[in-house]
């Protein structure tokens, strides 16, 4: 039932919602899936190259750049939720229209394998885009030093800590695409993801899509300015830091979001509408 004076739609109908949409996802044509895959990877990285900026400004204190970093971050999922995109970790979401068995165990893994490549294509290349724009040298170069700085801190995060911080990240992320699918406008979906998405960045965890273009960043950042002896962010350190927090972020958006809400609105209609089809009518 729907809260007096709310026109979102209630929590049950944002379960069907999700369910559906899942079904077109998984099934939708390989080409316009590998392409806003790539539009997603870019948006993330957007939204990314902004966060940078803001922390590069050694002038702010700490409350204020994690809270100023995960607002402007914000825009990535924006653009994913309004513009129309195909996100890996808002992706896994699609296990309720598998746990409601309307697709298969091998539509959901053709998902998210395409899309969390194509994501890569798209972070990485917006990566490239952004380094010969000359964006890193804002600041006397301390945009470049900061993105080497943010990736070397990744690279090094031992992999339990980045595996639980991609789980944690990916609560929030699911749960801003979530609480956009219950709103009727443009407002609505963008006060959902606003919030969220601030939390997990200012609280330091874990965005695979946006280590994607983070990481590739530094390695094209370091590649002019690396001194002998100085820590150099590698592909063998990216894709460690990736490998966690891409289980890490399955973890908090398909079990603790998908499957969670799929247990508390989906199954039981389920077994609703199994007991009305088992159930012989009632005779007077």
């Not at 944002?14 to 870019?42: C, D, I, S, Y």
């Not at 994501?119 to 010969?132: D, I, Q, S």
């Not at 993105?147 to 995060?157: G, N």
């Not at 609280?203 to 590739?216: D, K, R, T, V, W």
């Amino acid at each position: 039932m729907e809260l007096y004076g709310s026109d979102a739609y209630a929590p049950a109908e944002v379960a069907r919602r999700v369910a559906t949409v899942g079904v077109a996802k998984a099934r939708m044509a390989a080409l316009p899936l590998a392409l806003l895959g790539v539009l997603a990877g870019a948006f993330i990285g957007l939204g990314a190259m902004l966060f940078v900026l803001v922390r590069a400004d050694a002038a702010l204190g700490l409350a204020a750049t994690q809270f100023a970093s995960g607002l402007v971050f914000s825009l990535g999922l924006l653009l994913v939720v309004v513009a129309g995109a195909e996100l890996f970790t808002g992706n896994n979401l699609i296990v309720m229209a598998w746990a409601d068995g309307q697709i298969s165990t091998r539509e959901v893994l053709r998902n998210w394998v395409l899309v969390c490549a194509a994501n890569f294509a798209g972070a990485a290349g917006l990566a490239l885009l952004v380094w010969l724009s000359g964006h890193t040298g804002l600041g006397q170069g301390a945009v470049g030093r900061t993105v080497v700085r943010i990736a070397l801190a990744k690279q090094e995060l031992p992999l339990a800590e980045a595996f639980f911080r991609g789980v944690l990240c990916n609560v929030l992320v699911c749960m801003a695409v979530w609480m956009a699918m219950a709103g009727r406008s443009v407002i609505d979906k963008a006060v959902a993801v606003v919030f969220p998405v601030t939390a997990f960045v200012a609280a330091g965890f874990e965005h695979s899509i946006a280590n994607m273009y983070l990481m590739p960043l530094a390695m094209l950042v370091q590649g002019g300015t690396a001194e002998a002896g100085q820590a150099l962010v590698t592909a063998g350190g990216m894709a460690r830091n990736l490998a966690a927090v891409i289980a890490g972020n399955l973890l908090g958006g398909s079990v603790l979001v998908g499957l969670t809400y799929h247990l508390a609105y989906r199954r039981p209609a389920q077994r609703a509408v199994q007991a009305a089809e088992t159930d012989p009518p009632a005779r007077g």
